[in-house]
T-cell receptor, first 108, second 115 residues
Framework: GQNIDQPTEMTATEGAIVQINCTYQ??????LFWYQQHAGEAPTFLSY????GLEEKGRFSSFLSRSKGYSYLLLKELQMKDSASYLC?????????FGQGTELSVKP | GAVVSQHPSRVICKSGTSVKIECRSL??????MFWYRQFPKQSLMLMAT?????????EQGVEKDKFLINHASLTLSTLTVASAHPEDSSFYIC???????????FGEGSWLTVV
């Protein structure tokens, strides 16, 4: 079966660093995505990992370990506008399946 | 600009009527399109995977007779909610890709309210 787990919510302080974890068990694996979604809007692409290791893109980094079925999204220098839902999604078996999303609240 | 266009962005319909939502890829050929629905404060739930020219593959628990998906061309997929009821009110969103190893683009989403 397909199972993607991430924490439901997290709180962090402006300027800090936060790590959002995602574990998965899926039939087939072609890559893992991280998306940001603000309420009522479509998801916005953040990162894509298909090989093990760290992908860095500005304030956002994403890590993948395929053997452990594990990924994390790292957000640095948090800003208030980073308050949003962060979705982990796994591509495999011809599908793109989403985790339940992590609601991140950034406090001053 | 958007590479996947979804229309309408908002629709209100009466209970018992049918509603069609369109998903278009604007500058690429989408061999695969995904349809999701999202309830407030919940994640995107995959409803079906649609490959051009073939029948959609529905996820378990999704009624194929109620949520009719057509992917007749490489740039257009439609989702028709047949005989809509208030419980069908939700945010419906499509995504499209040229191939499973290519970038996946999302439409802007469609808010359906059934009254």
């Amino acid at each position: 079966g397909q199972n993607i787990d991430q924490p439901t919510e997290m709180t962090a302080t402006e300027g800090a660093i936060v790590q959002i974890n995602c574990t998965y068990q899926t039939s087939g694996f072609n890559g893992l995505f991280w998306y940001q979604q603000h309420a009522g809007e479509a998801p916005t692409f953040l990162s894509y990992n298909v090989l093990d290791g760290l992908e860095e893109k500005g304030r956002f980094s994403s890590f993948l370990s395929r053997s452990k079925g594990y990924s994390y999204l790292l957000l640095k220098e948090l800003q208030m506008k980073d308050s949003a839902s962060y979705l982990c999604a796994v591509q495999g078996g011809g599908k793109l399946i989403f985790g339940q999303g992590t609601e991140l609240s950034v406090k001053p | 600009g958007a590479v996947v266009s979804q229309h309408p962005s908002r629709v209100i319909c009466k209970s018992g009527t049918s509603v069609k939502i369109e998903c278009r890829s604007l500058d690429f050929q989408a061999t695969t399109m995904f349809w999701y629905r999202q309830f407030p404060k919940q994640s995107l739930m995959l409803m079906a995977t649609s490959n051009e020219g073939s029948k959609a593959t529905y996820e378990q628990g999704v009624e194929k007779d109620k949520f009719l998906i057509n992917h007749a061309s490489l740039t257009l997929s439609t989702l028709t909610v047949a005989s809509a009821h208030p419980e069908d009110s939700s945010f419906y969103i499509c995504s499209a890709t040229q191939g499973m190893r290519d970038t996946i683009y999302f439409g802007e989403g469609s808010w359906l309210t059934v009254v």
